[in-house]
């Protein structure tokens, strides 16, 4: 039960699009399309932005997108906004039955 | 509108126990699966364990199996986590979290505040 590999830190200007990668194995990332994005501003919960690799929930902007290629998964943002900087996470099911997240990465909007 | 509510956290000495309860309300309870996820300070999301709309499927992190107990109790719409022989390392901020599906694949689409809970001498 590694940790989905993830950036440390990315950052992109007003307006900018940034991609965050997620990187696993085929046990997990690359064995099912179960792969889910969430977003945590400092002292809150997270919340879900992208599930099943590229759907939406009801709410979330249609700036965020997911996608998966192989073993990595990508979160896109595009037309970056001051209120997207917040740490993003992955997270993917496991042949194990179990959940696994990303190590976390913090945006920041210049 | 969906809440879950958690409770049962605080300090506790290396080796001790200690029983997190959560409560749900604003969606069929057990039309879902159910995880508890944490949170240590400072640090990442890491998984600790889910059930599934029955209780038929349990997962543990391989960090907690054999020490925790996750369980749940339909009729009162309520998830537990029994954590034993606890440990410094499992200090952390603990999500009573709700899976979008009836089995514990995922994703989470709902989360509560949390409880802290430190382990200390």
């Known amino acids: 039960q590694s940790a989905l590999t993830q950036p440390a830190s990315v950052s992109g200007s007003p307006g900018q699009s940034i991609t965050i990668s997620c990187t696993g194995t085929?046990?997990?990332?690359?064995?099912?399309?179960?792969v889910s994005w969430y977003q945590q501003h400092p002292g809150k919960a997270p919340k879900l932005m992208i599930y099943?690799?590229?759907n939406r929930p009801s709410g979330v902007s249609n700036r965020f997108s997911g996608s998966k290629s192989g073993n990595t998964a990508s979160l896109t943002i595009s037309g970056l906004q001051a209120e997207d900087e917040a740490d993003y996470y992955c997270s993917s099911y496991t042949s194990s039955g179990s959940q696994v997240f990303g190590g976390g990465t913090k945006l920041t909007v210049l | 509108e969906v809440q879950l509510v958690e409770s049962g956290g605080g300090l506790v000495q290396p080796g001790r126990s200690l029983r997190l309860s959560c409560a749900a309300s604003?969606?069929?309870?057990?039309?879902?699966?159910m995880h508890w996820v944490r949170q240590a300070p400072g640090k990442g999301l890491e998984w600790v364990s889910g059930?599934?709309?029955?209780?038929?499927?349990?997962g543990y992190a391989d960090s907690v199996k054999g020490r925790f107990t996750i369980s749940r109790d339909n009729a009162k719409n309520s998830l537990y986590l029994q954590m034993n022989s606890l440990r410094a390392e499992d200090t952390a901020l603990y999500y009573c979290?709700?899976?979008?599906?009836?089995?514990?694949?995922?994703?989470?689409?709902?989360w509560g505040q949390g409880t802290l809970v430190t382990v200390s001498s």
């Open positions: 059930i599934s709309w029955n209780s038929g499927s349990i």
């Open positions: 979290a709700k899976d979008k599906e009836p089995v514990t694949r995922g994703p989470i689409d709902y």
């Open positions: 099943d690799v590229s």
């Open positions: 604003g969606f069929t309870f057990d039309d879902y699966a």
């Open positions: 085929s046990s997990d990332v690359g064995g099912y399309n179960y």
